[in-house]
C-alpha cells in the first residue's frame, strides 16, 4: 500500500506550503513510504483528487484544497483530520497502517484491545483475589500469633511451677534450720547441764577436801 499525498508545489498560498510542509515531514520523521503527487503541473492528478475527495469531506466551495491524503484508493483525509490523529497519537490508524512494535500508537492499541477483551476485568478481579489472598494470609497470621502465644503461656506457667518449687525447696530449709537450732539449744542445754553437773562435782570434791583437811587438822 502506497500512502499518496496530493499537493500543489507552485501555489501561492503561505498557509498551504506549510500544511503541505507539515505532512509530508511528519511522515518522513515516521519512515512511512509516501508518494507526492502533484496537482499544479499534472491535470489528471488534480481530477483524481477532486474525484475520490469523498463528498461530504469537501468544502462548501466544492473544490478541495491540498493537502489531501489517501492511502492507494481509500481516503485518509485533509490537513485538518491528519494533524488531529498526530495529536492523538493515532496517524497510523489515520492511514489505514499497522503501527510498529513499541511505539505510542502500538502500546494504545495493545491498551484497548485487552480492555476489548475483558482483560481489564481479569485484571481487576486478580486484584480482587490479591486481596482475599492476602487478608486470608493476616488472618492466618493472627492465628499463628495466638498460636505462639499459647506456648508462651506455657513457658510462663511452667516457670511459675519452678518458683513454687524453688519456694517449697526454701520452706524446707527454714525449717531444718530452725529445727537445728532447736538441736543446737537443745544439745546447748545438756551441755549447760552437764556442766553444772561438772560444777557441782567438783564443787563436792572441794567440799570434801576441805572436809578431810579439817578433819586431819583436828586430830593433829
Request: aromatic fraction near 4%; charged fraction near 40%.
Amino acid at each position: 500500500m502506497v500512502i499518496k499525498v496530493f499537493l500543489a508545489s507552485s501555489s501561492g498560498s503561505t498557509a498551504i506550503k506549510k500544511k503541505q510542509q507539515d505532512v509530508v515531514g511528519f511522515l518522513e520523521a515516521l519512515k512511512i513510504d509516501y508518494a507526492q503527487l502533484d496537482i499544479a503541473s499534472n491535470e489528471d492528478n488534480r481530477l483524481w483528487m477532486r474525484e475520490n475527495v469523498p463528498g461530504e469531506k469537501k468544502p462548501t466551495t466544492g473544490i478541495p484544497l491540498p493537502p489531501q491524503i489517501f492511502n492507494e484508493e481509500m481516503y485518509c483525509g485533509d490537513y485538518d483530520t491528519f494533524f488531529d490523529a498526530k495529536e492523538d497519537n493515532t496517524v497510523y490508524e489515520f492511514l489505514g497502517l499497522t503501527p510498529p512494535p513499541g511505539s505510542k500508537e502500538a502500546q494504545q492499541a495493545e491498551h484497548s484491545q485487552k480492555l476489548h477483551n475483558g482483560s481489564g476485568t481479569e485484571e481487576h478481579l486478580g486484584d480482587d483475589t490479591t486481596k482475599k489472598e492476602i487478608k486470608e494470609a493476616e488472618q492466618n497470621g493472627d492465628a499463628h500469633t495466638a498460636e505462639l502465644e499459647d506456648p508462651g503461656e506455657n513457658v510462663e506457667t511452667d516457670a511459675q511451677q519452678e518458683d513454687e518449687e524453688e519456694e517449697e525447696p526454701a520452706e524446707e530449709d527454714e525449717e531444718s534450720r530452725k529445727a537445728a537450732e532447736e538441736e543446737e539449744q537443745e544439745e546447748g542445754e545438756e551441755d549447760k547441764v552437764e556442766d553444772n553437773h561438772l560444777v557441782s562435782e567438783e564443787e563436792e570434791e572441794l567440799r570434801e577436801l576441805e572436809e578431810e583437811e579439817e578433819h586431819a587438822s583436828e586430830e593433829d
